[in-house]
């Protein structure tokens, strides 16, 4: 796809400033007006500075093998996928057009299946992705293959799992279409005026901020550069606020790590308590311990039942 296509998805929806707004005058003297309000006692200053004005945070969502990994490689200018799918949410840290990109990058849902469907692992993982770039993410990429047709059920597929987030990322989120090749000599336009209804739905849920990526030509043209000024017009237009997750969705998060971690410390500790019983290697306090009493009175009990059925 020519440079010339790729844009015409951008004409339309992003603030058409070449320069970065984030070094611009405007990013500026907002720094300025934020710390005298904060000065004055009249706004608290709920935000990393270091985060929200130097650098960009991106969350990439989406159902799997539509491209979102190939997104954060196209953005962050690496070269190399290793081909394997994503499993836990991952962070990487770049530096493109001068500016401080940290993409976070999570496993996806099944194509077209409602987030009821999904594996709760898969969409703590999702979840999760939120906290990987403190205090929030300013930009959502929804990535979306520009190779596929698109009906009511991905919508109501991409709709049931964005908003495992939250309603509010919609304000933060722009769509991608990556595959962007795959247009040959059709603009996205013409694409999302044949899929119908389901995929206009959704460009107005993220009020009609897309854009196209082709990840097999990842170095050539402005494509990088044109989807960092639509990001930037994004959080200006969000006040340059982040994304703040719910900090419930944390603490349950937090909840779920730590009892997975106790989990695996007592299998370990039972699976060893197994071991130096079979072996006759007993600690002094392990054999004083009730736990190992009763224990032993299952062990021998499974022996005698054992034995019976033989
Ligand atoms: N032709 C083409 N293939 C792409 C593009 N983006 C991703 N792919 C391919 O799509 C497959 C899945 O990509 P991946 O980034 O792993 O998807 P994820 O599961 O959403 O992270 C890979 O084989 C990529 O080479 C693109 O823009 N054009
Ligand atoms: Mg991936």
Known sequence: MSHKETSKGLGSMSPSKSENLIFSPLGFIFIVKQTFMYLMGIQTMNYTPNHCLFGLTIVLLGSRGVGKTCVGNTILGCKEHDGKRTVHSEVRHGSVDQTEVTVVDSPGWWKGFPAEDTPQAVKDEMQRSLFLCPPGPHVFLLVIDADTSFNAKHLDAVTSHVELLGEAVWKHTIL???????????TIEEYIEGEGLALQSLIEQCENRYHVLNNKNAEEDTQVTELLEKITGTV?????QPFIPDQQIFMSLEKKRRSVEEGAILRQKLVQTQRNLLTGELDEDLKQSKSLCVFKNTYKKSLIELFVSV
């Open 176 to 186: 991608v279409f990556s595959r962007g090749d795959w247009l040959r000599t059709s």
């Open 236 to 240: 200006a237009a969000n006040a340059w």
